[in-house]
């Protein structure tokens, strides 16, 4: 009986010092901010500290003084913001961005500014690609490109035992979950 709590209590601990970024805990996405750029200042990279909740995610700034400048006038760094949540995965794309259609086998994957992007016909990505960075961003990540292109959340897989019929519920479980229950069954 000792030797039980000892171990449960031990794991218990063990657990309580995963990380926040681990699948699972706490947090729907991890997210990664190495080679992003700050949203006001291109210049200068992101950092984990100057961040603000933006739509179903978080975008960073370089600063306090680049996140007060956003916070003014944040309809002015729009698309720098959707840009931002792609390249830090914290949205996917579903449709093309400029046209809307559903991407088929002609559909052309292109870089904007980091971010891969797909677009539905090869003209377009040749007409992007001759473009600034910022024209780029605008083009495929302002509001309307980023209702028609249908960017979501990317959110982490978890398990919804009620949504999964015929699923047993012990699978849905963390393999210490079921340890536990089994120390718990035999007393």
């Excluded at 179903?56 to 996140?67: E, N, R, T, V, W």
């Excluded at 040749?126 to 605008?138: G, H, M, N």
Aim: hydrophobic share 40%.
């Amino acid at each position: 009986m000792f030797v039980k709590s000892v171990l449960m209590t031990g794991l218990c601990c063990m657990f309580a010092l995963v990380p926040s970024s681990a699948p699972g805990a706490g947090t729907s996405y991890a997210t990664s901010l190495c080679g992003v750029v700050c949203v006001v200042d291109p210049e200068k990279s992101a950092r984990a500290d100057q961040s603000v909740r933006y739509k179903d995610g978080s975008i960073y700034f370089s600063c306090q003084a680049a996140l007060e400048r956003y916070r003014k006038n944040p309809a002015q760094f729009e698309a720098f913001a959707n840009h931002q949540l792609v390249a830090t995965k914290q949205y996917k794309q579903l449709t093309c961005p400029l046209s809307g259609e559903d991407l088929d086998e002609d559909s052309v994957q292109i870089t904007v500014a980091g971010v891969d992007v797909v677009v539905l016909c090869e003209d377009c990505g040749k007409e992007l690609a001759t473009e600034t960075r910022d024209y780029q961003i605008k083009m495929v990540f302002d509001a309307v490109a980023f209702e028609y292109g249908k960017f979501y959340a990317n959110r982490a897989k978890q398990v919804d035992v009620v949504s999964k019929p015929g699923r047993p519920f012990w699978r849905s479980l963390r393999p210490w979950t079921i340890f536990s229950f089994r120390l718990n069954r035999n007393r």
